[in-house]
């Protein structure tokens, strides 16, 4: 299972990382992860008011009995999931669905919901950071002053893309985009190609294309304050349309 490997693979980098390096607290933890046709990356998942992502739980997860479970948990319970960071293995699982309340029913995930209903495809969601922490300018100070590590989730999340088998990848963040067309590393420039309008290959729906043959749109968010507009989300749309028409959805 893909979400299996993805999560060892982080609970190995938080052991070889500095406590510092995830801000004390548990890292993410996904449910599953499933080859999909459109992945969409985003930066780092946000640490929000635990008393209200627990209510928000707790409301939720009877919503699907793979997390209906939940509802027994404890406040107490709740908030050692994050601040227990020595036993990872054990609180994975709890972790991970926890996650998933918050995919199948946060407002943050329905425009990709959108985009799949719309086109008819299959979509997945991961952020390139795995640590937990609301302020991009925290992440982007820590990141920048610790680059091993940055490169080091950069190579982590190519690993993940080569097995997700994406036709399209959305970088809706503009600090994830930079971290990864600015990589060091052989592997992840393969993947995130740079606009570079006299050297990387393009395609007739306008968007560069990795060495895998996926194409690769970098954009605003897609939700929240500073949104894309309606417009140019419709014009997202028509244009991962054109490309999956060119290539008859294959890569």
Avoid at 35 to 46: A, C, E, Q
């Amino acid at each position: 299972m893909l979400a299996n490997y993805y999560n060892s693979q982080v609970i190995d980098l938080f052991l070889r990382s500095s406590r510092d390096c995830f801000f004390g607290r548990a890292p993410m933890f996904y449910d599953e992860l499933e080859p999909s046709d459109i992945l969409f990356i985003g930066v780092n998942p946000s640490f929000s008011d635990l008393k209200k992502s627990y209510s928000f739980v707790l409301a939720n997860c009877l919503n699907d009995k793979e997390t209906t479970y939940l509802s027994k948990m404890t406040l107490n319970q709740f908030e050692d999931l994050y601040s227990n960071t020595n036993n990872l293995v054990a609180n994975c699982k709890y972790l991970g669905d926890i996650h998933r309340v918050h995919k199948l029913n946060y407002a943050y995930f329905n425009k990709f919901k959108q985009i799949s209903a719309i086109l008819k495809v299959k979509i997945e969601h991961i952020d390139l950071f795995p640590m937990r922490e609301t302020s991009q300018v925290k992440v982007a100070k820590f990141l920048n002053q610790n680059m091993k590590f940055r490169e080091e989730c950069c190579l982590l999340l190519v690993s993940v893309i080569a097995k997700i088998r994406p036709k399209v990848i959305i970088v809706e963040n503009s600090y994830a985009r930079d971290a990864l067309i600015n990589s060091e590393i052989a592997e992840v420039n393969d993947f995130f190609p740079p606009f570079h309008f006299d050297s990387f290959k393009s395609n007739n729906a306008g968007t560069p294309v990795n060495k895998e043959g996926m194409a690769v749109y970098y954009t605003s968010m897609l939700t929240g304050q500073r949104a894309m507009d309606l417009g140019s989300f419709h014009r997202l749309i028509w244009s991962i349309n054109s490309f999956l028409k060119l290539t008859n959805g294959k890569v």
